[in-house]
């Protein structure tokens, strides 16, 4: 129970379905001096999954797809980092370094875990270089691209064969994401194609493929038969009682042994959780951190809650709670009600949402729907999956921008404009003015640099005064020590000359050790020098 004056820390992982819910919810019930609440997120706003897989054809815009946290969260401190680590026995969560490149610690009374899935391609060859997953934004942006893009090389292929591949497309799940993702982007492709003068007659394999005997699972039979007949009138392929097993960049290749030649793969399965819960060492279920029906953590009731995706929790019934949207956002609710007991002392709910139905869209004016035991389908099922979504939408301003795609939609065809914005490296060049400080002792050690022109010092304090360790100049390399021992850097880099230099960001700096040994080994090679010789107090470590 809170003390008079004590105002307590409640901190927030993730901003999705269940994190902003519950930040919303808390708002509500606590005066700003009972607590202060914090949210972390790898963006800065909250993504509506149920309408992602319309990114797919531009019917919605890239922007309205996703909810801005401040806007609909505005009492909540947002931090945009990645999260790095949960210390559970210590109440303290590590996110990543931003632009200064410290580690941020925030300690807390109170955790909410609210991670949700990731799409895990393990024991999957070749799957995570050549498939795409489909969960967040920039999958949909980056998948939007790309089907773009395989349109525009298949219209300048003369390659019969290669010219099919490209127009061959394979989506492997048919849950309600697989099934959505296929409808959106078979439309997609079957509709912008008659802009391609080349390809216009050409014919279009758009192939899903799924472990079950039928699709959509989460459905009755009936239904799940409707949307089948659905989209194979549509021409998609559906195969049944198989997986993707594995991939290249020319094919995808399924359990059963069957291939297909193509240059276009998507997975919506299977789904794991983020790394920093993986390895948490907590009580969990094939995973998912295992909850009481409170939501609490088991071992740290009235500190921890998990909910949404990443959680396993059964109802007060004791029924499983599927992975779905509407029933994250009921958890949210329990979850502030939890806390806001914690903090007054008063008593905790259950969860007792069973589910008020499920709905998936097959997009062209076609859906199925299972509200209160009625099973509906074909147009009604689609207005009612529009109407139903776009009054759950959180904010009125994004509610009016997707109206207004939608009726821009039926007005227009898809636009076909790709955006070429995302870089697979970000290695990249920097300068520095003399006296300008590259890194600072105890700053993370996230890149590796080269020098190209100019030259800099190495300064390390000690006992409070700054020592000059050493001069660097043109073609010599700093910053690797803290890069391969993972610590922070032990000197300060200051510029003496105006300095040109490479940096090479950890993650590239680890793609490139891992794929050319003797890369990896010439730095390797000089770090043990360095510290051989930084012990003798020649020579830096940065
Ligand atoms: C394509 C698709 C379609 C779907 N359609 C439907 C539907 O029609 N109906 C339905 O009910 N459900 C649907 N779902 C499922 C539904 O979206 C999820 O059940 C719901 O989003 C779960 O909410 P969550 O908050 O647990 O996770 P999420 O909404 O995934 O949110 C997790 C948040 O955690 C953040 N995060 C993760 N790792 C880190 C980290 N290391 N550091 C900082 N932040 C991090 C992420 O940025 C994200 O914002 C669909 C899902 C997908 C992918």
């Not at 993370?444 to 800099?456: P, R």
């Amino acid at each position: 129970m809170n003390m008079p004056g004590s105002k307590k820390k409640v901190l927030i992982l993730g901003g999705g379905f269940a994190g902003m819910y519950t930040a919303k919810h808390l708002e509500r019930l606590l005066q700003p001096e009972e607590a202060e609440i914090s949210l972390v997120n790898l963006e800065n706003y909250s993504v509506y999954q149920p309408m992602l897989p319309e990114v797919i054809s531009g019917s919605i815009g890239l922007t309205d797809v996703v909810s801005p946290i401040r806007r609909i969260c505005p009492r909540s401190h947002l931090i945009m980092r990645d999260l790095e680590e949960i210390d559970l026995a210590r109440k303290v969560v590590t996110v990543s370094p931003g632009f200064r490149p410290r580690r941020l610690e925030l300690p807390y009374d109170y955790l909410v875990v609210a991670l949700g899935g990731t799409t895990s391609f393990y024991g999957m060859p070749g799957m995570l270089e050549n498939a795409k997953p489909f969960r967040n934004l920039a999958d949909a942006v980056a998948l939007r691209n790309h089907l773009i893009h395989a349109l525009e090389e298949a219209d300048v292929e003369t390659d019969a064969a290669l010219r099919s591949k490209l127009l061959t497309f394979v989506v492997a799940g048919g849950g309600f994401s697989g099934v959505e993702v296929m409808a959106e982007l078979n439309d997609f492709v079957n509709s912008v194609k008659k802009n391609y003068s080349r390809i216009r007659k050409e014919k279009v394999r758009c192939v899903l493929v799924h472990s079950g005997d039928r699709i959509l699972p989460e459905m009755t039979q009936d239904l799940a038969l409707f949307a089948q007949r659905i989209l194979a009138r549509r021409g998609v392929e559906i195969v049944l009682k198989d997986r993707l097993a594995a991939a290249t960049s020319e094919k995808a290749i399924f359990k059963s042994g069957v291939e297909v030649p193509t240059k276009t793969i998507v997975s919506t399965v299977p789904s794991t959780v983020a790394p920093v819960l993986q390895k948490l060492d907590c009580a969990k279920d094939k995973g998912r951190l295992l909850v009481n029906s409170f939501l609490e953590l088991q071992g740290y009731e009235g500190t921890v809650w998990a909910l949404g995706d990443c959680s396993s929790a059964k109802t007060k019934a004791g029924n499983p709670v599927p992975p779905t949207a509407q029933h994250a956002i009921r958890e949210a609710k329990t979850v502030a009600h939890n806390i806001t007991a914690a903090i007054r002392g008063g008593t905790r709910s259950e969860f007792a949402f069973e589910g008020l139905g499920k709905l998936g869209s097959l997009g062209h004016f076609s859906a199925v729907a299972e509200i209160l035991g009625i099973r509906i389908s074909g147009v009604l099922a689609w207005f009612l999956w529009r109407g139903i979504y776009l009054s759950k939408f959180p904010g009125f301003s994004q509610k009016v921008r997707i109206g207004l795609d939608w009726v821009i939609a039926l007005l227009f065809p898809p636009d076909l404009v790709q955006l070429k914005m995302l870089r697979e490296s970000d290695i990249r060049r920097q300068h520095f003015e003399p006296g300008e400080v590259v890194f600072n002792q105890g700053d993370f050690g996230d890149s590796v640099y080269v020098i190209e022109k100019g030259a800099c010092e190495v300064i390390r304090e000690q006992d409070g005064q700054p020592r000059h360790l050493a001069d660097l100049g043109g073609g010599d390399y700093f910053g690797e020590m803290a890069v391969l021992a993972d610590v922070s850097r032990n000197a300060t880099i200051r510029a003496t000359t105006p300095l040109d230099v490479l940096l090479i960001p950890k993650d590239d700096f680890s793609t490139l050790k891992n794929a050319v040994p003797a890369f990896g080994d010439v730095f390797k090679e000089l770090a043990k020098a360095r510290s051989g010789m930084a012990k003798s107090e020649s020579r830096p470590e940065a």
